[in-house]
């Protein structure tokens, strides 16, 4: 089995648990907050606009930062101009949990997306209740059938959608449902290879002007955020460079590079 398949497997295990305790019916209680659209602030930004991930962990790069404070690195990351915050809540393979999201969600006001392999609606319902915005669907997660009824379910529940592609097909079909935020992942989630190039390929396949790009995996520098600037992306989704880095609030603002 690759590494997606194992997830999805232990995926389904999780579901049927979330369902079992009722999720649906169990509000958690949260601060309300009212956030931009970050579908919007990309399009008007004039500068990458950039989300930032608390990531501890991950099956292709081992402990990344096991000590991480989410209340700390999230203020570090809104006060430094990221656009929107990413948390990772899979706990089995990247060491994350749904309360890092809901700690996250009593500090700052810019929009929240839930990180997780999404495969159900109570895991929507779940990151919506713990003060999720955005959640992700990966296209080589799901069928067809399944990322339209979870898609059109987000959007009731008035979430934006992060369509997260990572070839030539799977970009077809984020198109054909008409997704306006398309993730395109540098990171081949079957090997977990990165290659930069893959934003740029995919990219052409893209004729319509309102749709935001964001670019996702492998980008350690400000000159890959040049890259993949040129090639059509509006936004970028960094976790493990600025997991790493000595100096994070320097880094976010460095990888704010201006359109031209």
């Given at each position: 089995m690759t590494i997606l398949e194992n997830i999805i497997a232990e995926k389904h295990k999780e579901v049927e648990r979330l369902k079992s305790g009722n999720v649906f019916e169990e509000a958690v209680p949260r601060r309300e907050v009212d956030v931009p659209s970050f579908y919007e602030t990309a399009r008007k930004s004039k500068t990458m606009s950039i989300i930032a991930e608390i990531k501890r962990a991950?099956?292709?790069?081992?402990?990344?930062?096991?000590?991480v404070d989410p209340i700390a690195q999230a203020k570090t990351y809104a006060d430094n101009g990221a656009a929107a915050i990413s948390v990772l809540t899979d706990k089995p393979f990247f060491n994350g949990s749904m309360e890092d999201l809901?700690?996250?969600?009593?500090?700052?006001?810019?929009?929240?997306?839930?990180?997780?392999?999404?495969?159900?609606?109570?895991?929507?319902?779940?990151?919506?209740?713990?003060?999720?915005?955005?959640?992700?669907?990966?296209?080589?997660?799901?069928?067809?059938?399944?990322?339209?009824?979870l898609y059109e379910y987000a959007l009731k529940r008035e979430l934006e959608v992060l369509l997260e592609v990572?070839?030539?097909?799977?970009?077809?079909?984020?198109?054909?449902?008409?997704?306006?935020?398309?993730?395109?992942?540098?990171?081949?989630?079957?090997?977990?290879?990165?290659?930069?190039?893959?934003?740029?390929?995919?990219?052409?396949?893209?004729?319509?002007?309102?749709?935001?790009?964001?670019?996702?995996?492998?980008?350690?520098?400000?000159?890959?955020?040049?890259?993949?600037?040129?090639?059509?992306?509006?936004?970028?989704?960094?976790?493990?460079?600025?997991?790493?880095?000595?100096?994070?609030g320097g880094a976010i603002r460095s990888f704010q590079v201006p359109f031209r």
């Open positions: 991950s099956p292709s790069k081992g402990t990344i930062n096991a000590a809901r700690q996250v969600r009593e500090v700052v006001d810019v929009p929240l997306l839930c990180k997780d392999f999404i495969i159900d609606e109570v895991q929507i319902e779940q990151a919506k209740r713990a003060g999720a915005n955005i959640i992700l669907l990966i296209a080589a997660a799901l069928d067809d059938e399944t990322m339209k009824r990572h070839n030539e097909e799977e970009m077809k079909r984020a198109l054909g449902l008409g997704a306006k935020l398309i993730g395109i992942n540098n990171r081949d989630l079957k090997t977990f290879n990165v290659d930069l190039e893959t934003t740029a390929r995919l990219s052409r396949l893209i004729d319509e002007d309102d749709i935001v790009l964001v670019s996702e995996s492998g980008l350690k520098t400000p000159q890959d955020v040049v890259t993949v600037r040129d090639a059509g992306a509006r936004a970028i989704l960094v976790g493990e460079t600025f997991m790493r880095a000595d100096d994070v």
